[in-house]
Nanobody
Framework: QVQLQESGPGLVKPSQTLSLTCTVS??????????WSWIRQPPGKGLEWMGH???????GFIPSLKSRASISRDTSKNQFTLHLTSVTPEDTAVYYC????????????WGQGTQVTVSS
């Protein structure tokens, strides 16, 4: 059964770049028909799907994040990394990585989540 684990800093200063890595076990990030998402939940709010990278390296982000967000991957380590530039306190959230199946509007495996606080 695939397992996902987020890692990264818990505290980031405003205007800096946040980088979070998701390490995937028991499943390859280059195998069809899967895609790999970043999802976040700000305090007191619902889940927000941010964007994804597909097994073939394609993907994208929601319009509100497109100018600040990107995803890279290291296939040798079976990891993918979220990069979010120019963070503000509004980016404070629990961040999750998750696996989805192309053409299916749901995620079947999630990491446990990692808290990120943006504060000076």
């Amino acid at each position: 059964q695939v397992q996902l684990q987020e890692s990264g800093p818990g505290l980031v200063k405003p205007s800096q770049t946040l980088s979070l890595t998701c390490t995937v076990s028991f499943g390859s990030i280059t195998t069809s028909p899967w895609y790999w998402s970043w999802i976040r939940q700000p305090p007191g709010k619902g889940l927000e799907w941010m964007g994804h990278i597909r097994y073939d390296g394609g993907g994208g982000f929601i319009p509100s994040l497109k100018s600040r967000a990107s995803i890279s991957r290291d296939t040798s380590k079976n990891q993918f990394t979220l990069h979010l530039t120019s963070v503000t306190p509004e980016d404070t959230a629990v961040y999750y990585c998750a696996r989805g199946r192309i053409a299916v509007d749901s995620h079947d495996a999630w990491g446990q989540g990692t808290q990120v606080t943006v504060s000076s």
